[in-house]
């Protein structure tokens, strides 16, 4: 079963504008992680956050939590045509424990940047 | 250069046949995982290895087996028993032991195709 799952499953918006996608999870969590995926490519970690963090910055990115309605989003901010790829949610599922690694991966939001 | 490597990119399976994919990391962590992703979808795990000669199934393990021989090395075999074989395979690789346990570094992926 899909621990993670992504809304909107495809995301079409011009250069310049922002991306928010959201991911919604059904049990308790230590962290959960985004994960972006270009076309038939490996997946790159974008940024983690804890089940103790409310909101985390990197660059473009911004990452909200909310753990009492088990939901996260991405924004991508002032997005750009290489932004242009899948990007995926994943979560640990082991709360106040160690998952020992193992991830559950959501079903992606395709996010394509038009020039 | 540190990192993690899949090959073949390509592979095509026939009939009744064991297919073998490979996956090495020299980022010396100490899990590895296999995944798989079907078109449009998230990923899926097949199996995972937390530690040299030992590993553990994961949600979808039926019609594949794997070994852990050395800390660098976590081959999938795709067996005949796989009665839907054909999909993209990402392996990936995380340090359990540091601060940065939950992270996962993924390989580039090898797509089976069945003639």
């Known amino acids: 079963s899909q621990q993670g799952e992504e809304d909107p499953q495809a995301l079409s918006i011009q250069e310049g504008e922002n991306a928010t996608m959201n991911c919604s999870y059904k049990t308790s969590i230590n962290n959960l992680q985004w994960y972006r995926q270009n076309s038939g490519r490996g997946l790159v970690h974008l940024i983690l956050?804890?089940?103790?963090?409310r909101e985390k910055h990197s660059g473009r990115l911004r990452v909200t939590l909310d753990t009492s309605k088990k939901s996260s989003s991405l924004l991508i901010t002032a997005s750009r045509a290489a932004d242009t790829a899948s990007y995926f949610c994943?979560?640990?599922?082991?709360?106040?424990?160690?998952?020992?690694?193992?991830?559950?991966f959501g079903q992606g939001t395709i996010l394509t940047v038009h020039p | 250069d540190g990192g993690i490597t899949q090959s073949p990119k390509y592979l095509f399976r026939k009939e009744g046949q064991n297919v073998t994919l490979s996956c090495e990391q020299n980022l010396n962590h100490d899990a590895m995982y296999w995944y798989r992703q079907d078109p449009g979808q998230g990923l899926r795990l097949i199996y995972y290895?937390?530690?040299?000669?030992?590993?553990q199934k994961g949600d979808i393990a039926e019609g594949y087996s794997v070994s852990r021989e050395k800390k660098e090395s976590f081959p999938l075999t795709v067996t005949s028993a796989q009665k839907n074989p054909t999909a993209f395979y990402l392996c990936?690789?995380?340090?359990?032991?540091?601060?940065?346990?939950?992270?996962?570094?993924f390989g580039p992926g090898t797509r089976l195709l069945v003639l």
């Open positions: 994943a979560t640990d599922g082991y709360a106040g424990g160690t998952s020992y690694g193992k991830l559950t």
């Open positions: 990936a690789s995380s340090a359990l032991r540091t601060g940065d346990q939950e992270t996962q570094y």
């Open positions: 956050i804890r089940s103790n963090e």
């Open positions: 290895s937390q530690i040299v000669n030992d590993f």
